[in-house]
């Protein structure tokens, strides 16, 4: 009853914002209208053909390159820092990025909870979230399950990034910047004709290093200092105009400081019951952990993407293979002693862990597509991708007698390799049942076989399971006049299961994560495209949603499930541009939560039951969210204009684990950047979290761990300038 008063109220207040005169007219999305062409519509491939966005019978986001920039976006989990409804958590390592969507999260030890495709190709791992995101042409977000179109992954939604193409005329650009925290920054591109109008090329790079400005003050040394070099080679061979094969190679390559928890409450000290949620925000100590644990980690991918046109449809096929190698905490590799990564947090190292990860894996889509602009269009396709993984968790516990960066006990060396193989086929339909009416009907069939080996134990069988779902999914878009759609969609979204160590308390095999979402939106357009709107109203049913735990008993990181819960909401984007050089955006979120059943009694350290789980909120994102933008550009000269970006949000009612006690305070961001630019030269100032707000980007309770009550700083006020220059 509660969430359904929430509900109401939303949607109440929804009914008030688009009543109000003052933005009587409406907009698809914050960023479409700042991106969009003269003719106000903008092109996307988000559902794996041309369309223009505001015909998409989703909740959709596009981000221009401009935009990207503007808002400091280097990865996908940057998404979160504006966007309604999105959140992002940064844990552990450079790489172990989490971002949950409407409340469906990832994370660890799972596969991802949304889709992220690249230049038409879908990440292997985990890990690949992380990659950097740079000589971008354009960003698009499908919120809610996509598994009809892509499958795997996509229960939360699907991030296509589509970086620039390689051009018929030689083209350069490069910027370099440099910050606060040490840092300096760079990217370069050149592109242009090998054969023209045939053979055409594009080769980039990027470079990163700061370093850090979170002191360990047991060692006196920055613990989040990073370092990521990024290069790319993309070859378009177009032999015909009716083939194009486009073949492209990345290389990522990090290294960054790791394991630098804070510990908030130390093992056994009181509970703050006055104030139970007080200790969750408390930041006013260090981390102090010995050694300072490094991380390291490359990432290699190559995809072949060939497309022909045989008149009716064109048929594609993309050839996908991508390498992840990535460890921390490893003996000796550490900053003020040669032990392992600290896993206790304090000075003197009592138990030490370290982690390694090899992922290897290829992949193959084959897609048909429809070309008729007509009433029916269509697409149909099989996916095949096969996955291999060998990972190692030691733990390292004193002897008894000596340091343990000298001699320790070691336990469970030798780690897990894994293997999958997964297919699918998926076919959608569109029709325009009227010119007003359009129905979309998609479905997909996937199924993964796994399969895992627990070398620490020879006399363990070989385990295997295999998990599958079909994921339907259905829209109906009516658009009663021009710039104007309303829109109702029902998608169903599945993650695969997977295995946990032999000697967790939980179920060796965890179960595969099935969502059903409910959706009615709104998109339209006034004032010839200067004032656009979009809102949408949802409800997804989750049964199985997987939730991550570190076993402290038994060192073992595991996955556990929480049979049903759902999660709903509203969301509201509003853009406004009252003259031709300002724009003024908005959006805001509002979600409500609860967990129906729950099964698994004395889980944690301090015994939970069930009844004290039963009714709580999910866990690890915010509940509501909130941002303003502004955009200005003011004509200085005949060739010079000045530039003005700045974007604030807030977020709150994060619930740190299923307990419920500990909430994360509300946290407010403020970004900015202004420079002045012409037709080659480009100079600006930049800035995030420029009100240097202290915040976990995660949090443990020592009673969901055993550990101590541990955070994850964030990362603070950053700034600096950049200079670029266009050939």
Same mark, same amino acid.
């Given at each position: 009853m509660r969430a359904a008063k929430s509900i109401l109220c939303a949607g109440a207040a929804l009914s008030i914002v688009l009543a109000s005169p003052s933005w009587a007219q409406e907009s698809a999305s914050a960023t479409e209208a700042a991106e969009a062409a003269p003719s106000g519509e903008i092109v996307v491939t988000a559902r794996k053909r041309s369309e223009t966005a505001s015909t998409v019978p989703d909740s959709l986001v596009v981000l221009g390159s401009d935009m990207i920039v503007n808002m400091s976006i280097k990865q996908a989990g940057d998404l979160g820092r504006t966007l309604p409804n999105i959140g992002f958590k940064q844990d552990l390592s450079v790489t172990s990025s989490f971002i949950s969507v409407r409340g469906i999260t990832s994370t660890r030890n799972t596969d991802p909870a949304l889709s992220l495709v690249i230049d038409g190709v879908q990440a292997a791992s985990a890990s690949q979230i992380r990659q950097q995101l740079f000589d971008i042409d354009q960003m698009e977000v499908l919120k809610g399950p996509q598994g009809a179109l892509y499958g795997r992954n996509a229960i939360a939604d699907a991030i296509n990034v589509v970086t620039k193409k390689p051009t018929n005329i030689v083209?350069?650009?490069?910027?370099?910047?440099?910050?606060?925290?040490?840092?300096?920054?760079?990217?370069?591109?050149?592109?242009?004709?090998?054969?023209?109008?045939?053979?055409?090329?594009r080769v980039s790079?990027?470079?990163?290093?700061?370093?850090?400005?979170?002191?360990?003050?047991?060692?006196?040394?920055?613990?989040?200092?990073?370092?990521?070099?990024?290069?790319?080679?993309r070859l378009l061979f177009t032999p015909t105009p009716d083939l194009e094969l486009d073949f492209k190679y990345n290389h990522d390559d990090y290294k960054g400081g790791s394991y630098y928890y804070v510990i908030t409450r130390a093992v056994g000290d009181p509970f703050p019951t006055a104030n139970p949620r007080s200790n969750s925000n408390s930041f006013g100590n260090s981390p102090v952990s010995v050694p300072i644990s490094v991380n390291y980690a490359t990432i290699d991918d190559a995809s072949l993407n060939m497309s022909y046109d045989m008149g009716f449809a064109t048929i594609s096929s993309i050839t996908a293979w991508s390498r992840t190698k990535e460890r921390y905490g490893v003996p000796g590799e550490g900053i003020g002693s040669g032990g392992p990564g600290d896993l206790d947090f304090l000075p003197p190292e009592f138990i030490g862990n370290s982690q390694s990860y090899n992922v290897k894996a290829w992949s193959e889509e084959v897609r048909l597509t429809s070309n008729a602009n007509g009433p029916f269009r269509w697409q149909v396709g099989a996916f095949y991708t096969n996955i291999k993984r060998r990972d190692t968790l030691p733990v390292y516990i004193p002897d008894g007698v *000596?340091?343990?960066?000298?001699?320790?006990?070691?336990? &469970?060396?030798?780690?897990?390799?894994? @293997?999958? /193989?997964?297919?699918?086929?998926?076919?959608?339909?569109?029709?325009?049942?009227?010119?007003?009416?359009?129905?979309?009907?998609?479905?997909?069939?996937?199924?993964?076989k796994r399969s895992q080996v627990d070398l620490d134990?020879?006399?363990?069988?070989?385990?295997?399971?295999?998990?599958?779902?079909?994921?339907p999914k259905f829209s109906l878009a009516w658009k009663p006049v021009r710039g104007q759609m309303v829109y109702a969609t029902v998608a169903r979204g599945f993650r695969s299961g997977g295995f946990n160590a032999p000697r967790t308390?939980?179920?060796?095999?965890?179960?595969?994560?099935?969502?059903?979402?409910?959706?009615?939106?709104?998109?339209?357009?006034?004032? *010839?495209?200067?004032?656009?709107?979009?809102?949408?109203? &949802?409800?997804?049913?989750?049964?199985? @949603?997987? /939730?991550?735990?570190?076993?402290?008993?038994?060192?073992?990181?595991s996955v556990y499930t929480i049979p049903k819960s759902w999660v709903r909401g509203v969301e509201l984007e509003l853009n406004l541009e009252p003259i031709d050089d300002l724009k003024i955006s908005a959006a805001g979120g509002i979600m409500d939560s609860k967990v129906q059943e729950y099964e698994v009694g004395p889980l944690f350290p301090q015994p939970v039951t069930n009844a004290s789980i039963i009714g709580n909120k999910l866990s690890n994102f915010s509940h509501w969210t909130a941002s303003v933008a502004v955009d200005y550009t003011a004509s200085l000269t005949a060739d010079w204009n000045a530039k003005l970006h700045v974007d604030y949000s807030v977020r709150g009612k994060n619930y740190w684990d299923v307990t419920n006690i500990d909430r994360e305070k509300n946290v407010g961001l403020l970004a900015a950047n202004i420079g002045i630019e012409n037709e080659r030269w480009g100079v600006s100032l930049w800035g995030t979290n420029l009100?240097?707000?202290?915040?976990?980007?995660?949090?443990y309770n020592q009673q969901v761990t055993g550990l101590p009550d541990i955070g994850n700083p964030a990362e603070p006020r950053r700034y600096g300038a950049r200079v670029k220059i266009k050939l």
């Open positions: 083209e350069g650009r490069g910027e370099f910047g440099f910050g606060n925290a040490g840092s300096m920054e760079g990217s370069v591109s050149l592109s242009g004709p090998i054969i023209e109008d045939v053979l055409l090329f790079g990027f470079f990163h290093d700061d370093k850090g400005s979170i002191r360990n003050t047991a060692l006196d040394e920055n613990v989040d200092f990073k370092t990521n070099k990024t290069g790319r080679v *000596n340091p343990l960066e000298d001699t320790a006990i070691l336990l &469970f060396p030798n780690g897990t390799r894994r @293997k999958i /193989d997964a297919y699918a086929f998926f076919g959608q339909l569109e029709y325009d049942i009227l010119d007003t009416l359009t129905a979309t009907f998609g479905m997909r069939y996937d199924k993964e134990d020879p006399t363990a069988p070989k385990r295997r399971a295999t998990f599958d779902l079909p994921t308390i939980f179920d060796e095999v965890y179960k595969q994560e099935e969502v059903w979402s409910y959706e009615l939106g709104y998109k339209g357009s006034f004032m *010839n495209g200067r004032a656009r709107v979009v809102a949408a109203v &949802f409800h997804q049913d989750i049964k199985n @949603k997987q /939730d991550f735990l570190f076993d402290s008993t038994v060192a073992a990181q009100t240097n707000t202290k915040y976990w980007s995660a949090w």
